[in-house]
């Protein structure tokens, strides 16, 4: 039986190799704009990887998964036809498909150069860390999940059952159109979504969305000034909207004493005018976490749109309509005592010590990984938060080596412990 200790000491002297991987994924751009995106030179190379490790590789677009397009949960418009993702198989002793590792191969735009203090896809490693966009979302994940194959399959282990890998796209900008392909083409036991931060668990996912309220002066006017009175009338309505919503999530024995039910709605943006162009017409956006499904959520919205209606009319404007700027994510979770999540904590603990928290997550991919994917699905990474600096979506984004060679450490005991 191959013994965890020696894997780990191989981890530690084959590191660089996993750093090397992760620099050139990095250097491969990636961008998710919503409406299209760059992923098809980075799915060709993960699938060039896969199969030079001597695994079944399949390359393939959502659209090409049969039902796809009729999907109740397939987001339309999102230049899908060129779009990849990558599916590879490691065969085992039991020809059945048991564990889907899974990472996005997209990164949020590059956004404003003038922000970076160095080329946002320089894929360096430097005082300790791997620098550019994408190395903490999504890319240590790929990385990560393909060496850790090489390592264990260099030491002759063969999995009991079948290990998959997916690398799928569209993961930003509230796409999960990847991620729900590989779930209805690869069905498994069991689903590790390797996008995640801080060495956590995450176990439940948020429902909600982006969403946007739109309205328009009756008459052309040459003046936003009453565009812009619409904002503290429309924010009056959404203010307690949220207050509900933070007061249920509260109550969620999931989401009770964390951040999540304080960042319940968030306001993303607002608009009156747009520099002398459509002086009467405005438009707030804002981001929304809930517990209530996507029923009970527009009931509200549909009420909040005839009290608006009937506030605005006298100033000469119309409201429109409370409308989604992405999917409607699914409330939805795994019991955060279930084997699958155990077995991880056991994981990390013999491998590293280290004991992970099991918490639930804002908006993630996990709303159709566990619907359709697996009902002891979660999410578990070392990404970093979008509040700190060079985080996720931040700008001179990165990676510390060292936690990298950790979770390295623990996704391999992972797998030994389930697969062996």
Known sequence: ????????????????????????????NSENFGYKGNEEECARYVDELCRELGLESDLYTPVQVEGFNEHPDSLKNRGLENRYNVTARWKGTEDRDMLMLMAHLDTVVIGDRANWTFEPLIGEVRDGKIWGRGACDDKYAIATALFIIRLLKDAGFVPKANVLFTGYCDEEKGGSNGALASCMKYPCDRIVNMDCKDFEIWHCASGGGSFRYRWHTEEPTDNARVTALVIPIVMEELDAFGAKRRAELERNRFYAGTVIPSTALRYMGFRAGDRGADLGAGEVDFTLYTDLTKEEIYAEYHEME???????????????????????????????????????????????????????SCLSDLSVILKYGSPQA???????????????????????????????????????????
């Open 306 to 360: 005839e009290r608006l209606s009937e506030k605005l009319k006298p100033l000469g404007i119309v409201g429109e309509c409370f409308e989604g700027t992405n999917r409607f994510f699914h409330y939805v979770y795994a019991e955060p005592d279930c084997d699958s999540i155990r077995d991880m904590q056991a994981a990390a603990l013999e491998a590293t010590g280290r004991e992970l928290k099991v918490c639930g």
């Open 378 to 420: 979660y999410g578990f990474g070392v990404g970093r938060p979008f509040y700190d600096y060079g985080g996720a979506h931040q700008p001179d984004e990165h990676i510390e080596c060292k936690n990298l060679v950790e979770y390295a450490k623990i996704m391999a005991a992972y797998l030994l412990r389930v697969m062996g």
């Open 1 to 28: 039986m191959l013994d965890l200790k020696t894997i780990c000491t191989a981890i530690d002297e084959r590191k660089e190799e996993l750093f090397d991987l992760l620099c050139r994924l990095v250097r491969i």
